[in-house]
């Protein structure tokens, strides 16, 4: 569950953006998103386990420089749609390059003789495709939601809640199977 841990900044912002002026949602994402970068990279963690960090720092940063330019925007109302729409574009982009951003995190789980065998890659293109078809389906939702119930916030939230909770369970019982069945193809050879 070391991956939860990239979601704080969006949590963070989620949480500021329904209480607060949502100019202020963007720099305390950015704030979140940047001193976790900073942290986990002190730590030594490698680039490729810092996706969803480096993606929060860009959305939060250009979020930020929009909102302060333009307040009234309209785009203040689907600040959190198009949050979850932004996750998404990094996960299924991470997928299009062939660098799934699950990877490089399975890779400080796993032992490095099974980075490179395509059956590990494969799950991790499975797992990271789950998480953005969550992201997307969470930012259509939110975005419908927001337009026609705008004032509907347990609905809101319940979106949110299942848009991390969905994928998260999958990745636990995936990745739990995924070994098992690698497990039992080491032991039968």
């Given amino acids: 569950m070391n991956y939860l841990k990239s979601f704080v900044?969006?949590?963070?912002?989620?949480?500021?953006?329904?209480?607060?002026d949502w100019r202020w949602s963007g720099v305390v994402g950015v704030l979140l998103a940047g001193g976790l970068l900073l942290v986990e990279r002190g730590r030594g963690k490698a680039w490729d386990t810092l996706i969803i960090e480096l993606s929060a720092v860009v959305f939060f940063a250009l979020l930020s420089i929009y909102a302060f330019t333009d307040p009234a925007s309209p785009l203040h109302d689907y600040v959190g749609a198009s949050s979850d729409a932004w996750l998404a574009l990094t996960a299924w982009g991470s997928v299009a390059i062939r660098r799934p951003f699950t990877l490089g995190i399975a890779r400080t789980m796993a032992p490095p003789e099974v980075w490179d065998h395509p059956f590990f890659r494969r799950v991790n293109v499975i797992i990271t495709s789950v998480w953005a078809a969550s992201f997307t389906v969470s930012a259509v939702a939110g975005g419908l939601l927001l337009h026609f119930a705008p004032h509907a916030t347990v609905a809101l939230i319940v979106i949110k809640?299942?848009?991390?909770?969905?994928?998260?369970?999958?990745?636990?019982?995936?990745?739990?199977?995924?070994?098992?069945r690698a497990q039992r193809a080491a032991s039968a050879e």
């Fill in 9 to 20: 900044p969006w949590i963070g912002f989620a949480i500021v953006s329904t209480q607060a």
């Fill in 161 to 180: 809640v299942l848009g991390f909770a969905v994928p998260v369970a999958f990745t636990v019982g995936y990745s739990r199977q995924a070994r098992a």
